[in-house]
T-cell receptor
């Protein structure tokens, strides 16, 4: 069975600083994908970034980058130059090949608060 | 933004009543999903669809059924709602198994 672990229930960061949100995963699938989503207080789920298990380079999308360490089974999200609007809940999720259908398994989330 | 509309956005109902939530997409994506979000659990998959009339169970499917009679609509039904089904329900769509899922705005369901 697939499992996603996010060990930081809450994080604080000062504006303009970088922050790393941790995500570790467990799967027996040789091919899988890792996703990060942002959920602001308004409730919608916003896709941020994707990393495939066979991708040679770490994914980047603007201020977001994914620190993918396959041997350690970690896929940490790095947000550079934090902004007040980054305050939100962040979810790590994994897509495995077993059973197909692009089903996602989510972690329990990390609540990020950006402070002045 | 992906064209996904969930209805209703909020609903309060009583235990034992049937409830149907609707997800409508304008993207013509093949895959559609229903998740529930509860404190401390993140999002959990209830059911998903990989085409018209093609559906399968997810992690927490007990007490729920789904139907997809056309590409754009995916219905989630609680045949006899229970208080444990009080939750926020999200619909998601994806074009293929390699593409990310995009989510609707959610339905807040309270069962008293």
């Amino acid at each position: 069975a697939q499992k996603i672990t996010q060990t930081q229930p809450g994080m604080f960061v000062q504006e303009k600083e970088a922050v790393t949100l941790d995500c570790t995963y467990d799967t027996s699938d040789p091919s899988y994908g890792l996703f990060w989503y942002k959920q602001p207080s308004s409730g919608e789920m916003i896709f941020l970034i994707y990393q495939g298990s066979y991708d040679q380079q770490n994914a980047t999308e603007g201020r977001y980058s994914l620190n993918f360490q396959k041997a350690r089974k970690s896929a940490n999200l790095v947000i550079s130059a934090s902004q007040l609007g980054d305050s939100a809940m962040y979810f790590c999720a994994m897509r495995g090949e077993t059973g197909g259908g692009n089903k996602l398994t989510f972690g329990t989330g990390t609540q990020l608060k950006v402070e002045l | 933004d992906a064209g996904i509309t969930q209805s209703p956005r909020h609903k309060v109902t009583e235990t034992g009543t049937p409830v149907t939530l609707r997800c409508h997409q304008t993207e013509n994506h093949r895959y559609m999903y229903w998740y529930r979000q509860d404190p401390g659990h993140g999002l959990r998959l209830i059911h998903y669809s990989y085409g018209v009339k093609d559906t399968d169970k997810g992690e927490v499917s007990d007490g729920y059924s789904v139907s997809r009679s056309k590409t754009e609509d995916f219905l989630l039904t609680l045949e006899s709602a229970t208080s444990s089904q009080t939750s926020v329900y999200f619909c998601a769509i994806s074009e293929s198994t390699e593409q990310p899922q995009h989510f609707g705005d959610g339905t807040r369901l309270s069962i008293l």
